[in-house]
């Protein structure tokens, strides 16, 4: 006969269900009852040891079936199967049926004799009777709508949703979710119709993470309660944006696969070599002391919250640092983890092991955020299961508060020749070793798409993963080194071996610190022509670093990135502040600041952005400010008023043809005049110029530049639109070069159109720092670059190594055989490489 457990919260509710069993189907069912904790289990929880010995009580060679209600009944009930599995090995099937119900369908079968398959599918079934007699039978998924289709209520108040995420609904998208619903009192739950997971609250990261929404599944929110219109246009709004999860961030993860065998990989570029200090060793053990009663249990929980409050004061410090450091939607990655650490199933469960499993608040928090990783982790889906390193990682944050301060982990501060191993690299932990002098980090698992993989490559902080197969080696080692450009590991180099490695990492630093030395000095090639080197900036420390690096501008001013932190319509004093707070350190120098730039691909919480089918091709820059004309008219006014303290060239973003600069300019003397009327300091007329980032801009390139003063070639998006490959999909990597001649060559005639009007024509996107492209660029007839800061120094120092007018002869001859970007390189390789080309 097959056995049955039931798990409630309740220990009463379990055995009077036992009571109802044994009395409508037959006392002889072997069944037992588990749930409540405390010393007579009349307190609300569960246990493990207790469905452990309940499942020993009715154990059969027929086979177990534990039902349980909810929450952390299913961790208890799957702790408590790991544990019997020393023990029996009889078949055991923990069911999600509902517990009353489907324990009675259950007993049923048992009592006929059914074996164990059968008595879990009546458990799983038992609700059909009573939705077919109440006619409420679960409705089926609605049909996928099209991108075109407004969504709208699927059933009252249900809307049925399929997730375009190309990783679903990971933990930035969640937690864009729980932050997008948090301000109404409306009651919305979540489903996954495709894999049959919940209905859960949207309240929880980690309840939206156990529903393992992946790309293409369909999910339907339920809402109901005051705030519903509210709460559904919210959702609405996140649905058409992929909840905030746009395609650019794509392009952060590096252009490589990581291999599937056991070799390391690039993860951040940079040579390192050093001693090998393992993470592990550094860390502390966690306490093991018991909480005897509910006064310590008390104490220990107050503990948590204020380790919780410092981590979280600690969260905000690293937001507003790496703010500037990192793109607004890396920072969202960082600033999603937050909401682990508020997450109110977490703070339930761990109170729940400290009041009732005499848990000290380290063991709870440990155990409690070990599993979730763990549970994480055994998901299908690769990229999900990468982001068990988010729980690891808020659960190592936390302890490392909750420990007195001389038992904090402390990484060495005279790691001039260390190495640090770990299992992966977090985002915490590489923001740590960024003050400290430890060379690089060597991940025994990791990858290139983690959190903190994406930060070492922000902070130039040298990596490689999968090292795991020679972690035995790496423990025997005395030095270790590696290349993170590459993936190439070496244990023990010989020491001639060393010696070059060392020499490598010598001379790529010593020509970084020669350069910088000259950075302030002008950038002018051996033929006597002066470039202007440019920094691209989004913040006020991005502009510090233009002036440390050496910047002779800013070129691109990137008002977006300002701009993320309004959630609601900022008015036209406060963008200017905003804008007179970030500038500040350049002084009167020249800044080329681009009108706020976003769109359907990089949409901001306070302006409305249309869904698009394709957001690249949408309502974006220009296009969107003048369909926003309340916010358009602040915003340009704020730029004039700003123009008086700094020199303000205006650069207008997403242009198609010149009717949108004569409509530009009109609307700026108009604005100017209200601004005399009002009395308000201001400067007009102020230089404007166009981003030269559309195929339409670059073929009328002669009409648009006799309306400008000025041209800037936008080549991330010239790029992608000339060649057809979104620049955020790693597939088309081979065709996001703005190398390629195609891109070249419709740049000239706009080059041309720049020369004949005597205006400057700069580049300030990515192509601008590659030290191949800078040849090129300059063969072609820029004398303006803009870069990002940190390269300013190299780029100025290769200039002042160019033959300028030898390097457009022999590239003029060229021109016509160069048939791809790689062509294009091969020649630019030849000038960096000091071929007679073009360095003297």
Known sequence: ?????????????????????????????SIAAAGGVGDDRSELGTDALDIQEAILKVRSPDGVLVLMDMGSAILSAETAKDLVSFEMTDPLVLCSAPLVEGSIAAAVQIQIGSGLNEVTAAAQQGLTPK??????????PEPARTDEEMLVPAKGTELAVTIRNEHGLHL?????????????????????????????????????????????????????????????????????????????SAAKVPPRVVPTTDEPFPVSAGIAIGQPIFLEQLEPPIPSYAVPDEPAAKIELEKLHGAINRAEKAFTSRFERLRTTLDPETVSILEAQ????????????????????HENAAQAWHTILTGLAEEQESVSDEYLRARAADFREIRSIVLNELREQTEKMVLPDNGANALLVCEELTPSLADTIGSTAIQGVLQLHGGPTSHGAI?????????????????????????VAFDGEKGTLWIDPSPELRATIEAAQAASRSAFEAALSQSREPAKTKDGLLINIAANAGSREDVTSALRYGADSIGLFRSEFLFQKFDQLPSEEKQLSTYQDALAPFGSRLVTLRLLDIGGD???????????????????????????????????????RLAVDHEIRILVPMVTDHSELVQLRKLFEELHQELVSEKLPHKWPAPI?????????????????????????????????VLCAERGNPALNLYADALHPAVLR????????????????????????????????????????????????????????????RIATRLAEKFDTFGTATDVREFGKEVVSKDPVGIK
């Open 1 to 29: 006969m097959v056995g049955l457990v039931l798990v409630s919260h309740s220990r009463r509710l379990a055995e009077a269900t036992v009571d109802l069993i044994k009395r409508t189907v037959g006392p002889d069912i």
């Open 131 to 140: 939705q077919e007699q109440l006619d409420d039978t679960a409705p089926q």
């Open 172 to 248: 930035r998208p969640a937690a864009n979710l729980i932050r997008a619903l948090a301000p109404f009192k409306a009651t919305v739950q979540i489903e996954n119709l495709s894999a049959k997971r919940g209905p859960i609250a949207a309240k929880s990261l980690v309840d939206l993470a156990r529903l393992q929404v992946r790309q293409g599944d369909q999910i339907r929110f339920s809402i109901a309660g005051p705030d519903q219109e509210s709460a559904i246009c919210a959702i609405n709004g996140l649905v058409h944006t992929n909840f905030g999860d746009n395609a650019a």
């Open 338 to 357: 937050r909401l682990i650490l508020e997450d109110e199933t977490i703070i339930a469960d761990v109170g729940e092991r400290v009041h009732h499993q």
């Open 455 to 479: 930060l070492a490559r922000a902070l130039r902080l040298p990596s490689i993963g999968g090292a795991a197969s020679a972690v035995d080696q790496i423990r025997r080692a005395t030095y």
């Open 602 to 640: 990089k949409p901001l919480p306070f302006l409305t952005v249309p869904h698009e089918a394709n957001p690249f091709l949408g309502v974006r820059g220009i296009r969107l400010l003048f369909q926003n004309p309340g916010f358009c008219r602040s915003h340009l006014r704020a730029v004039l």
């Open 689 to 721: 110029g166009a981003m030269i980032e559309t195929p339409s801009a670059a073929i009328l390139a002669g009409q648009i530049a006799a309306e400008c003063d000025f041209l800037s070639f936008g080549t991330n998006d010239l790029t992608q639109y």
């Open 746 to 805: 419709i740049c000239q005639p706009a080059i041309e159109a720049a020369q004949n009007r005597n205006i400057s024509v700069s580049v300030c996107g990515e192509i601008g720092s590659d030290p191949e492209a800078v040849p090129i660029l300059l063969g072609l007839g820029l004398r303006d670059l803009s870069v990002t800061a940190a390269a300013v120094p190299n780029i100025k120092a290769l200039v002042r190594e160019l033959d300028v007018s």
